[in-house]
């Protein structure tokens, strides 16, 4: 069955410093995979996505995801956290013939000064 | 252009009573599916619908439904509200309606049920 682990349920880094949220997922084929942010009572904001090719993917605001098929993961980087990053980050993972994602359960990021 | 539009943004209804739910998609997209987010569960899948028809539904009971139209706004409706289905209610549109391509998610409509 297809699922997606997100082990870190909060995180707290400095600004200015380097970011990494885990994700393993669980599918049956090649996976499409994507890292969604939200901030509180908003809708989901695509950051990136890995569909096949390079395994590095860059995302908006400075984001990006390395695909390691052999780990089954898709960890989300950053290099410098800002303040205005403090949000849930949610990876998913995409049927391949339907508009439907399994996501992970979150990571709350907490940035402080 | 316009992106994914969610009416109303929140909801106060009572246990019993019934709502309906409106998505709006991005001009020319033909899907749209339906999730529930809460603190317990998370984001969990309703049901997608592509060019008006239920492709695929979530493990949610009978209570839940939905349909589309054939401008592809879609609505869902919960009948009998419980208090646990209070909760956040996304929905995202994609052009195909296909795993690789990217999905559009609107602001969701945040449903109180008392």
């Known amino acids: 069955a297809q699922s997606v682990t997100q082990p870190d349920i909060h995180i707290t880094v400095s600004e200015g410093a380097s970011l990494e949220l885990r994700c393993n997922y669980s599918?049956?084929?090649?996976?499409?995979l994507f890292w969604y942010v939200q901030s509180p009572g908003q809708g989901l904001q695509l950051l990136l996505k890995y569909f096949s090719g390079d395994t590095l993917v860059q995302g908006i605001k400075g984001f990006e995801a390395e695909f390691k098929r052999s780990q089954s993961s898709f960890n989300l980087r950053k290099p410098s956290v800002h303040w205005s990053d403090a949000a849930e980050y949610f990876c998913?993972?995409?049927?391949?013939?339907?508009?439907?994602?399994?996501f992970g359960s979150g990571t709350k990021l907490n940035v402080k000064p | 252009k316009a992106g994914v539009t969610q009416t109303p943004r929140y909801l106060i209804k009572t246990r019993g009573q019934q709502v309906t739910l409106s998505c709006s998609p991005i001009?020319?997209?033909?899907?749209v599916s339906w999730y529930q987010q809460t603190p317990g569960q998370g984001l969990q899948f309703l049901f997608e619908y592509f060019s008006e028809t239920q492709r695929n539904k979530g493990n949610f009971p009978g209570r839940f439904s939905g349909r589309q139209f054939s401008n592809s706004r879609s609505e869902m409706n919960v009948s009998t509200l419980e208090l646990g289905d209070s909760a956040l209610y996304l929905c995202?549109?994609?052009?195909?309606?296909?795993?690789?391509?990217?999905?559009?998610f609107g602001q969701g409509t945040r449903l109180t049920v008392v």
């Open positions: 001009s020319g997209h033909r899907s």
């Open positions: 998913a993972v995409g049927e391949y013939n339907f508009n439907k994602f399994y």
């Open positions: 599918y049956g084929a090649t996976p499409y």
């Open positions: 995202a549109s994609s052009l195909e309606g296909q795993g690789r391509t990217e999905a559009f």
